[in-house]
């Protein structure tokens, strides 16, 4: 026998004769502690088995809806099922929504986002980091929308759709400029060139590449880097041995 296993039976215990005294507070309170333990065990099919319960009995409380729909998206994530977890976080951000609490959406539709990656389906990852992006920008939380770009620019190179990660990178320039994020200016800089570069186009390579270079210079930090980019696009061909 597991050492597990009589503690759940204990819980079973208590939860039954709550459940017949109709003493809801002790039943939730029962149910919540009975989750904790599957996860202390790293059973988390049995973790968000007890947190659907928990959402069954509390439909009309955002508090604790919020609570358990939060544990309930890390149990299908730790549990490796990222639809079963975008659909609670989907449930969560409608919470949230209802709530007005409009900062708490930007980090689960990165997570959204990245969920879909896992499965594979670039096309739904896209419009969550976009939708994270624009509800983060109207809440001024900066290190959101630029780390929304950012994904959103990577899953644009992965699928081969250079211009649209080129015009987000404007977008993130003019994050990071909002920022005051010299850092974030010059690494966007520095990824603007190597795009431009691997599509040949030398002249807007360089061009970046002397962006970045001038916020090194002003960072103290990285300039010898910019500075080879540079030189070795201006570099002239060398001939292959005869």
């Known amino acids: 026998m597991r050492a597990i296993e009589p503690a759940i039976a204990a819980y079973g215990d208590i939860l039954t004769l ?11 309170q029962t149910l919540e502690a009975l989750a904790q333990l599957h996860l202390a065990w790293f059973d988390y099919a049995s973790a968000a088995n007890v947190y659907q319960q ?13 609570q358990y729909l939060q544990q309930l998206a890390y149990s299908y994530q730790q549990g490796n099922q990222p639809q079963q977890a975008i659909d609670a976080q989907q449930q969560l951000v409608t919470v949230y929504e209802q709530q007005e609490q409009y900062i708490e959406i930007p980090p689960l539709k ?11 389906r670039p096309d739904l990852a896209a419009p969550s980091y976009q939708e994270a992006f624009g509800v983060s920008r ?5 290190a959101y929308a630029a780390d929304a ?10 699928i081969d ?3 649209d990660a080129l015009t987000v990178y404007q977008l993130l320039l003019d994050v990071h400029q909002q920022a005051y994020n010299t850092y974030g200016l010059m ?18 390579a360089i061009a970046a590449f002397q962006r970045g270079l001038s916020l090194a210079q002003e960072l103290n930090y990285r300039t010898a880097y910019f500075t080879t980019q540079i030189q ?3 570099a002239p061909p060398t001939n292959p041995p005869q």
């Not at 709550?18 to 939730?28: I, K, P, S, V």
């Not at 109207?138 to 900066?142: A, D, E, G, H, L």
């Open 54 to 66: 928990l959402l069954s009995l509390t439909p009309n409380d955002p508090v604790r809806r919020i």
């Open 187 to 204: 690494d966007t800089y520095d990824q603007i060139g190597q795009l431009h570069r691997s599509q040949g186009n030398q002249g807007q």
């Open 138 to 142: 109207s809440t001024q939380q900066y």
């Open 161 to 163: 759709r250079p211009g």
């Open 232 to 234: 070795q696009i201006n």
């Open 110 to 120: 990165l997570a959204i986002g990245d969920s879909y990656i896992a499965l594979n």
């Open 18 to 28: 709550a459940q017949q005294e109709g003493n809801r507070d002790r039943e939730l």
């Open 149 to 158: 770009l950012q994904r959103l620019a990577n899953l644009y190179q992965s």
